[in-house]
């Protein structure tokens, strides 16, 4: 039902669909959003500690968008609160989202 991303040094990772994964709308989105901004995302394999040792972490879903993540556990993620490429990813989200929309009219 969602996807997790996370963001190290700027790097976008989400784990790759090899992993199991369902590779959901949202989560493609996302990547190609960000390839689109020429961000460095990729799909690779992630360890419970990457989440905890990421600078930003962000759920996708299609109900929700993209949801920050800023604990897990009572461990801190990054500085507690939604980092600014999450938040700048989620911007572009939507003004991808709303050209696609003007597109299927």
């Known amino acids: 039902m969602s996807n997790l991303f996370l963001i190290k040094h700027e790097v976008l990772k989400t784990p790759a669909p090899e992993s199991g994964i369902l590779p959901g709308l ?3 989105l996302v990547l190609q959003v960000a390839r689109d901004q020429s961000m ?15 600078d930003e972490a962000f759920l996708t879903a299609t109900s929700r968008e993209i949801v920050p993540v800023v604990r897990c556990d009572e461990r801190v993620i990054g500085t507690g609160y939604p980092g600014p490429l999450t938040r700048w990813l989620h911007e572009r ?5 709303l050209t696609l929309m003007k597109h299927c009219k």
């Open 26 to 28: 949202t989560r493609n």
């Open 40 to 54: 460095n995302a990729q799909e690779t394999s992630l360890i419970p500690g990457d989440l905890l040792e990421a």
């Open 93 to 97: 989200y939507k003004d991808k989202v």
